[in-house]
């Protein structure tokens, strides 16, 4: 986990039009392009973790920790099925 991981979760999220802002942490910031409610709780049932960032005046963003490698595919297919454009 590290530097390679944060990249690499940053491309993948890219690439299915997420918006993710650039992060020197273990963790990735995403615009969800809606308020962030509704897509906590649909990753929530499907597993998945997130924070949401309504708390600090960020009310369509969550924040996205670095997971394993063997589980970083789940959580990319996670948020890119729920925040696919509806």
Request: hydrophobic share 50%; with cysteine; charged share 15%.
């Amino acid at each position: 986990l590290g530097r390679q991981a944060i990249e690499s979760l940053s491309r993948e999220l890219t690439a299915r039009g997420i918006r993710v802002y650039p992060s020197l942490a273990n963790f990735v910031l995403i615009d969800c392009g809606r308020p962030s409610t509704a897509a906590y709780q649909a990753l929530l049932q499907k597993g998945v973790i997130v924070r949401p960032m309504a708390a600090w005046g960020l009310a369509n963003h969550l924040r996205v920790s670095i997971a394993t490698a063997e589980q970083m595919p789940r959580v990319v297919a996670a948020l890119a099925s729920v925040l696919a454009p509806s």
